[in-house]
Every structure is written in C-alpha cells, then in structure tokens.
C-alpha cells in the first residue's frame, strides 16, 4: 500500500471497538514506515490552513506524552477509588469495601456492584495502558526501583481485581469446584456399556450413498452442482 490507501488504511486503526479498544497498534511488516511519514504529510499538509490556531490545539499529540499522561490518569483513578479502604487495607478490608454484607440492602449492593464494575474496567485500561507507555518508560530511562514499584501496583490491582470478583461472585473459580464434581463423577453417574448398532467398520461413504439409492428413487433429479453436493 501507499500514499492515499496507505494512509486510509492506517486512519482506520483509530476506529473503536467498545470500551476495550483505547487505541490501535500498527505493524510494518514491510518497512514502509518512510512511505508512511511521507503519507501523511502529503494528505495532512496543509489540512489546517484555514483554522485558528487555537481551534487545532491539541488535534495533534504526541503519542509517548499522551501514553505516560493516559498512564498516570489512570492509576490516580484506580488509587482514588480505593481511597475509602480501612487500614489496615488488607484484603477482608477491601472485600468489604467492594462487597459488603450480601443481601442486606438491594440499593447498597447496587451501588457496591457499580463500584465494582468501575474497579474491573479501571483494572484493565490500566493494563493496556501499561502496555502502551511500557517502551517510554525504558527510554526515559527510568531506574530499576522505578520501575518495579509500577510492577508491583499493577500486580496488586490485578490480583485485587480477581479476588474481588471471586469474592463477589462475579468471576466464577471453576478450579475450586474440580475436586467436588470429580467426587461426584466417580460416585453418582453411570452409564451404560457401549453397544454397537452396526458394522461400519469397512463401510467408506461411497458404500452409505449407494445403500441410501433407494430412498431417491422417486424424487427428481437435481440438476444443479450446487443441490447435488449439498444431498452428498
């Protein structure tokens, strides 16, 4: 591709999806990355001329500001929807921050599922998040302390996010009912031997369609190759 299909074709990645697509990614399989830049700046020159420059502020981003802004938005979200935790902020402290007493009150658990449902998808904007400004932070040059103490709050936030949902019941653990349905197997269900029903053991296709001749004989022929394969 290259000039006007490559550079619709690289305007359609910004497309969304949902609330899951924040962004798209781009692989030069082909190095046309040259072809690309120069692209853009045929198709884009000159697309602002004719506005103010303070109606384009902003239009333009760039993308490792943007990636490390998006970033820290998002985790300052994450840590102030915690806020509210008792310390000493172990994990009964934020089942209970989360959950609550089930049942008490159907508008207090309304409001603890929203609360919930805003951690599960703060949780996973921040993963992609991270994944996005991960090449920034390494040419920043950020020390090795820095950069496990991000690792380390985004593992506790996406260990959080599995505890809460298994404690709410939002997220079902199939591994913990294993050893209960196996017991179960093994001990309440039976059936039956097998039994064979007939000799198919030399019996191709050829021998099926032939032995079915009989259950066509007064219908009309289909003509059509398409009809044809489709009674096959």
């Known amino acids: 591709m290259h000039d006007h299909g490559l550079f619709q074709a690289i305007c359609r ?30 198709y ?31 985790l300052e979200a994450l840590e102030e929807l915690c806020e509210g935790v008792e310390y000493p902020k172990e ?11 089930s049942g008490v009150d159907d508008t207090v658990d ?14 996973s904007r921040l993963i992609r998040a991270y994944a996005e400004v991960k090449p920034y932070l390494f040419e920043a040059e950020c020390s090795t302390e820095e950069l496990d103490n991000i690792n380390k709050r985004i593992n506790f936030y996406v260990v959080l996010r599995d505890t809460i949902g298994r404690a709410s019941g939002d997220f079902l653990d199939l591994k913990a009912y294993e050893p209960g349905m196996r017991y179960l197997i093994d001990n309440y269900i039976y059936a039956d031997e097998a039994e064979k029903i007939g000799m198919f053991d030399d019996f191709t296709l050829l021998d099926f369609i032939l032995a079915q001749k009989s259950k066509f004989k ?10 044809a394969a489709e009674t096959i």
Not at 51 to 64: C, H, N
Not at 91 to 101: D, L, Q, W
């Open 110 to 123: 309304e409001a603890y599922a929203r609360a919930r449902e805003k951690l599960y998808k703060l949780v």
């Open 91 to 101: 994990e009964a402290e934020y089942i209970h921050y989360f959950c609550g007493e």
């Open 218 to 227: 007064n219908e009309k022929p289909k003509k059509e190759k398409d009809s």
């Open 44 to 74: 884009t020159a000159g697309a602002f001329e004719a506005y103010d420059p303070e109606d384009v502020e902003g239009l333009i981003k760039d993308r490792a500001t943007e990636s490390k802004k998006y970033f820290s938005e998002t």
């Open 13 to 42: 990645v910004n497309r969304l999806d949902g609330e899951s697509k924040d962004f798209g990614y781009i692989v030069d399989y082909k190095q046309l990355f040259g072809d690309l830049a120069s692209a853009m700046n045929k």
